[in-house]
């Protein structure tokens, strides 16, 4: 009986985790679709194609500056209250940020105040996504066998793609509408069919149990209730260095993923200039291919170390590099979408299936979800967010060309094995 109970839990923890996740990386992935393809049309009328293109990846970069704030605050709520309460903030604040900019004005509608209100919907859900993977990750992480740890919170990592790929269907669905429609209505239709997710894992979560690691370590600190600090303190206090090589290790999987999901569309259409329709289901088929790759890769990290399938997915990517942008830059359709799909299976699958188990067994239960979240999101203002910006201004600086793009992907996943090298001997389980 408590086996089916103990069963019952981790689905259900599984499930949580992987809904909320699926929904912060359809809002992002929609939202980085949407911004090479009528974000710059709609809100930035007034500036020229390339830098119109420019603001509105600006406008994505912006939804990362928050999130490290967001990070801190609801994960010092996560590891000083429950995972639960924590991960029910979250997703109540991703999913109403998305589903208002569905029927957010436009430029024409009512002038400047348009991109205002888009940026500040933007902050509302960087806010709220700057602890939903890290929440995620911590929460499959404590209700599992530790050494199945990397398996299944690889799950929720795969459940990234499944967002990504959801986000760029919806948008070759809509793309096949009339210019006009498209840019009238249709581009609103993904935006609020996420409210549909959003309510799926609003349910789940409701009805979800408490992890059994944080029921204990809260057991625990009753006991020394009067030396107890704020998580955060005690993060920085006593384990700076995970902090900082964690921090660092996830920059090549940041650059590879908004590189794929946000960026390399924008470059197929707009300097490739490969069809709008063709571009998306590039996009959808490759990041299909990288879903049942995560699970496989955390099988491995589990079996041979999460440190050396993290390191294998970066060296993975740096190798791609230059032939990915070669690939696109061919004209040939399958070309591109093969590379795409390498870089997903070959780079995402083994660094999403290791990075959880990996960052979850640098920190200690009491203040986990805080240094997760401090970790990725600090990244996610340096890296993840600003890099389409980046790559859209590197490819001008290059008169069209992607060979900067290509050094810069090889510089953050140069980095990463690096990090991944230094601290994986401090790692509790590795």
């Known amino acids: ?98 589903v208002a900019m569905g029927f957010l004005p436009t430029f024409a509608q009512i002038g400047l105040t348009a991109p205002i209100l888009l940026v500040l919907l933007r902050m509302f859900q960087g806010f709220g996504a700057g602890a939903e993977l890290a929440g995620a990750i911590v929460l499959v992480a404590e209700y599992v066998p530790r050494n199945q740890r990397a398996f299944y919170t690889a799950i929720p990592n795969a459940a990234t793609l499944v967002g990504i790929m959801l986000a760029t269907a919806a948008f ?14 249709g581009w609103r239709v993904p935006f609020l069919l996420s409210g549909g997710l959003f309510v799926v894992a609003l349910y789940i979560r409701k009805h979800l149990d408490e992890t059994p690691e944080f029921v204990a370590a809260m057991e ?27 921090f660092l290790s996830v920059s090549g999987h940041n650059a590879n993923i908004y590189i794929l999901s946000a960026f390399v569309i924008s470059y197929l259409i707009n300097t490739v200039k490969v069809q709008r329709g063709d571009a998306l289901l590039i996009g959808t088929v490759a990041s299909l291919c990288g879903i049942a790759a995560v699970p496989l890769f955390g099988l491995l990290a589990d079996r041979l170390g999460s440190a050396k399938i993290y390191m294998l997915g970066a060296a993975s990517i740096a190798i791609l590099a230059f032939p990915l942008f070669a690939a696109l830059n061919s004209g040939s359709l399958l070309l591109a979408a093969i590379a795409m799909a390498l870089c997903y299976v070959l780079g995402f699958g083994a660094m999403a299936g290791a990075q959880g188990a990996f960052l979850a067994n640098l920190f200690p239960t009491r203040y986990r979800f805080s240094g997760l979240a401090v970790s990725r999101e600090l990244n996610g203002v340096l890296v993840a967010g600003p890099t389409p910006l980046i790559a ?24 990463s094995i690096i990090a991944i090298r230094i601290i994986q001997s401090r790692s509790i389980h590795e």
């Open 220 to 246: 625990n600190a009753e006991k020394r209730k009067k030396k107890e600090h704020v998580p955060m303190t005690t993060l920085l206090k006593e384990s700076p260095k995970e902090v900082v090589f964690g």
């Open 172 to 185: 070759l669905a809509v793309s096949s509408l009339q210019g006009d429609v498209l840019l009238s209505w």
């Open 1 to 98: 009986m408590n086996d089916k109970r103990i069963d019952t839990n981790v689905k259900r923890a599984v499930a949580a985790a992987s809904v909320g996740t699926v929904i912060e990386w359809f809002d992002y992935a929609l939202y980085g679709a949407a911004s090479g393809l009528v974000i710059n049309k709609l809100f930035f009328p007034t500036l020229s194609p390339a830098a119109g293109i420019l603001a509105a990846f600006a406008t994505f970069a912006v939804g990362y500056f928050v999130r490290p704030i967001g990070g801190v605050v609801i994960s010092h709520i996560g590891d000083k209250y429950g995972r639960k309460p924590a991960l029910i903030l979250t997703i109540t604040m991703m999913g109403a940020a998305t």
């Open 392 to 415: 859209s201004a590197l490819v001008s600086a290059a008169d069209g060309r992607p060979t900067y793009v290509a050094l810069y992907l090889i510089a953050c996943c140069t980095l």
